[in-house]
Each structure stands twice: as structure tokens, then as C-alpha cells.
């Protein structure tokens, strides 16, 4: 494989990892996906990243472009052609402590940014897990513990250093480039390599953190209470909710954050989600916030996850809707459903105002599906809940591809992300993968 590549520039020297490479292994796949890439580049700077986005558009063969590695089209790998992998760029650097401004590489994982901020009492939402890439949730949203409070990560980014399609770099902010800015605030993907961003953190040190296992009633009223408390709850609360298999029926498990350190207000952000239904276990307590994405999620990416993942958004959630649900969860396809609250400062937003338009939405519906089972099977199962949802959150979407994108990016944010995708990225290197 390696003798189709041509050969490397100096600046590139020593930072192309082929099969029989012993990093290779480690390298050649990611979080959903194993992959056998010709070769894999691993650049250190911004001037590296355009030497090797210029080398891996001379080879002419598929080109993937890497942060975390956790995507979950696998589309951050490739069979037989190039990957531009950023990991080596990973500085997390606060600009102004005042201003609470810090710049992120792309590279950078979400447990040291974290652990990073942690020392100036400064936090950014952005997942639940530290061991995703800063580049692939910034670029696509950000929905992460704090989200009701902070927002998507994505609506504090003031910021972007990208390497276009043509080498260029340009400093994206509100004043320079604004439609580039635009575009990397959700639809990122398609407008080029995204090396480093800058990021307002917000005041936090300690968070409360609440774990509660609810039995889920037949008809999957308990999901709906749960929507309607968070829909009015105060905004420092957020949670996700994993519906489980427990012995032959099913539980929600869910996890609650409430972006304080005081034990009170956890309580009193907390206490209505016991009287959502049968409460089968709780415990709660007080972490830092760098403990919900901890360093000891970091890991190498080896496909150890082969899934198949779609997601829809809810406005309010009717009984209808959580009867599905329920009935989705009980079906013969078995997906993993895992529900997240959006809304709150999500909803303050404008939805014209990034390429992220779902903005009036109170609850983020994702289902998987595990091998044997693939798309066929997870469309099965997700066809009672297609009807009802409306839009797609981009980086729960295993496959981000032409008909995936009117729901990721409806109506008017759809013609935006498509002219400044052809505007920035004229040859279409980035947007392969949507065909558009
Ligand atoms: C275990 C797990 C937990 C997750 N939890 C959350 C969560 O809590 N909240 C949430 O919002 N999302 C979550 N996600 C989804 C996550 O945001 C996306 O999968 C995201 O794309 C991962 O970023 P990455 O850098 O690790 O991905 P990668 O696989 O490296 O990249 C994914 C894609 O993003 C694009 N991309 C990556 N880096 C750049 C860049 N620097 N410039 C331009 N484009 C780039 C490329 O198209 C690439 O194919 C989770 C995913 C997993 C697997």
C-alpha cells in the first residue's frame, strides 16, 4: 500500500505512519470502525497540517480528517487512502483569565481540556465522555453536562484557525471571515481543517451529580414526566437518560448534573425527578467538574465499538411520543435509546445564528444499534420514531450522507452550509462523504 504514495516532503519526514509501522495499529482505525488506511499523517503544527493536507491531495486517494477519532460514521478512517490525524496538536492555553477566553487545539481530548481548566476554576460543556476529540464535537455542536446552562459548545466558540481546501489559513472570527466562523459552528466538517479554536470557558469548579434508576412503565409515562419537569426545571440542571434492560423489563437510568457545588441546590434541582415514577435506586454527591470527563476515559481507538447510530429531536414530548419510545425499546431490534435535555440556553440562540438551527427542541433522542445488526436494522427500528422526531443532531448521526442533510441542516441553514461548503472547499474534498 505504501508504494502508492508518493513521497513525502521534508517537512513531513518521520510523520507518516504506513502498515508495518509498529504505531500502525494504533493509528489506522477509529472509536466504530477498523480501517486499513495507506498511511496516516501526523502533524504538530498549522504549517504541518497544510504540508499534509497539499501531500494527501497529490495521492488522489480518499482523504480523512482526524481529531478524537470518535466520530461515529467511522468516516475519520479510511480503506486505502490518507488520513490527516490531528492528535498531535492538543495545547489547551487560556488566553485571558479575565475574559475566561481559552484556545483549544483540535487534537486535544475533552479530560484534559478539563483537566487543563480545572486549576482556574474554568470549565467548557462539551460531552459526556473524555476521550472525544475537541475537533469533531466543535465543528458538529457540543451537547455536554452543562448544556441547559452553558449552551452548545459551540455557542461560546469566538473563534477558528482553519486550513481551507487550497492551503489557505484564515483566522476565523465575528469580524474576520463571519461566514466562515458561521460554518464552523456546526457544519465545520465540510469547510476544511479546523487546527485550533477559541473558546469562552465558563466559572466552575464543582458540580452536584445525581444518579437515578426509575422503572419504565409500559406506556413510557415516566419519560414523559421526566420531559415536562425538565422542560421548567431550573437551568443549571441537566441530564441524559439511558433506557436499560433490567431482568425482563426496562429502567431509565438517569444521570443529573447541576452546574453547582451547593449540596441545596442539587437537591432542589434533583428532588422532582424521584417522583417521575418508582424509584428503584438513587445516590447523589458533589465532584469536580472534571470528574464527569476524567482522564481515565482516554484511550487509543481500535474499533471497539462497531455501531450504527441515528438521533432525532423532540419539541415537547407527548404521550405519543414516549409511548413510542417505550414500544421502540421493547421491538424486536432492540436498540440502545439514550435521551439527552436540550432546550434552556440551547433555545436562546437564534436558529440562523450557527449552522446549528434546531433551537426551539427540549429533548435529544439517539438510538444504536450493535453488530450483527446494521443500517437495515437500525432503520427498522427507528422508522415508528422517524415519524415523530424533527431534525438531526450531526455528530449523533452514523451516517452523515445526502439524505441525512435535510434534517441535520433544515431549510434555509441547509442552502447556507451547501454555498459556504462549495464556496470554501470548491473540489469537494471534504464533503465527500454527503455527496453534494
Ligand atoms: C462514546 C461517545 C460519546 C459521545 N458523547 C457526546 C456528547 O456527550 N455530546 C456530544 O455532543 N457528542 C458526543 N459524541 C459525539 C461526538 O461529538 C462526535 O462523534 C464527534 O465527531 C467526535 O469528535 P472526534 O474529534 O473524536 O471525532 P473524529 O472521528 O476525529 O472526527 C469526526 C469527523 O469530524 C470531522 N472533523 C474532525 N476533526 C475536525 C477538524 N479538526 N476540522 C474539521 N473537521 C473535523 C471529520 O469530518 C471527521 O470525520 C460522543 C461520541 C462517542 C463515540
Known amino acids: ?43 504538530e503544527n498549522t504549517s504541518e497540517v497544510v504540508a499534509a493536507l497539499a501531500f494527501a491531495r497529490e495521492q488522489g486517494l480518499p482523504l480523512s480528517v ?8 467511522g468516516r475519520s478512517s479510511n480503506d486505502g487512502g490518507v488520513v490527516v490525524d490531528l492528535s498531535a496538536l492538543n495545547r489547551v492555553e487560556v488566553l485571558d483569565r479575565a475574559a475566561r477566553l481559552v484556545r483549544v487545539q483540535a487534537g486535544a481530548r475533552w479530560a484534559q481540556v478539563a483537566e487543563e481548566l480545572a486549576p482556574y476554576g474554568l470549565a467548557i ?24 446552562q452553558y449552551g452548545l459548545t459551540i455557542d461560546h466558540l469566538r473563534a477558528a484557525e ?13 469580524e474576520h471571515d463571519p461566514d466562515l466562523l458561521w460554518a464552523v459552528r456546526g457544519a465545520g466538517a465540510g469547510v476544511g481543517i479546523v487546527t485550533a479554536f477559541e473558546i469562552e470557558a465558563t466559572e466552575l469548579r464543582d458540580v452536584g451529580y445525581a444518579q437515578i434508576t426509575v422503572r419504565l412503565d409500559r406506556d413510557g409515562r415516566v419519560l414523559r414526566h421526566w420531559a415536562d419537569y425538565l422542560a421548567e426545571a431550573p437551568r443549571e440542571l441537566s441530564t441524559l437518560v ?25 437537591r432542589r434541582a434533583v428532588e422532582p425527578l424521584l417522583r417521575i415514577g418508582a424509584t428503584l435506586d438513587q445516590h447523589a454527591q458533589i465532584v469536580p467538574y472534571s470528574a464527569l470527563v476524567p482522564t481515565a ?32 425499546m421493547r421491538g424486536p431490534h432492540r436498540p440502545m435509546i439514550q435521551m439527552r435535555s436540550v432546550g434552556g ?17 427540549g429533548t435529544l433522542v439517539v438510538a444504536t444499534v450493535f453488530p450483527p445488526g446494521r443500517g437495515a436494522a437500525l432503520d ?57
Not at 482526524?66 to 460514521?73: A, K, N, P
Not at 465522555?129 to 455542536?141: A, E, P, Q
Not at 482553519?162 to 489559513?169: E, F, H, I, S
Not at 487509543?300 to 413510542?324: F, R
Open 162 to 174: 482553519v486550513v481551507l481546501a487550497d492551503g489557505t489559513v484564515v483566522r476565523a472570527d465575528a
Open 242 to 266: 439511558n433506557l436499560l434492560p433490567d431482568d425482563r423489563s426496562l429502567v431509565a437510568s438517569i444521570t443529573a448534573v447541576v452546574a453547582d457545588g451547593s449540596e441545596r441546590r442539587l
Open 345 to 361: 440556553a440551547v433555545n436562546d440562540v437564534p436558529p440562523d445564528a450557527t449552522a446549528y438551527a434546531h433551537r426551539r427542541h
Open 380 to 436: 427498522a427500528a427507528w422508522q415508528p420514531l422517524a415519524e415523530r422526531v424533527d431534525g438531526t443532531y450531526v455528530n449523533f448521526e452514523g451516517r452523515p450522507d445526502k439524505s441525512a442533510f435535510e434534517r441535520i441542516y433544515p431549510g434555509a441553514t441547509g442552502d447556507r452550509v451547501r454555498r459556504l461548503w462549495h464556496r470554501y472547499d470548491p473540489d469537494g474534498i471534504f464533503r465527500t462523504p454527503w455527496q453534494l
Open 125 to 148: 460543556s462539551s460531552g459526556d465522555y473524555g476521550n472525544v476529540g475537541v475537533g469533531g464535537l466543535t465543528t458538529g455542536g457540543g451537547i455536554g453536562w452543562l448544556v441547559r
Open 1 to 43: 500500500m505504501t508504494a502508492e504514495l508518493s513521497p513525502l516532503p521534508a517537512a513531513l519526514e518521520g510523520k507518516l505512519v504506513v502498515p508495518g509501522d509498529r504505531r500502525y495499529p494504533l493509528l489506522r482505525s477509529t472509536y466504530t470502525t477498523v480501517a486499513n488506511p495507506a498511511g496516516v499523517l501526523l502533524p
Open 297 to 328: 476515559h482516554l484511550h487509543a481507538n481500535v474499533g471497539q465499538q462497531p455501531t450504527t447510530t441515528t438521533n432525532g429531536l423532540l419539541t415537547a414530548m407527548t404521550d405519543q411520543d414516549a409511548a413510542t419510545i417505550a414500544a421502540v
Open 66 to 73: 482526524r481529531s478524537g477519532g470518535h466520530g461515529l460514521s
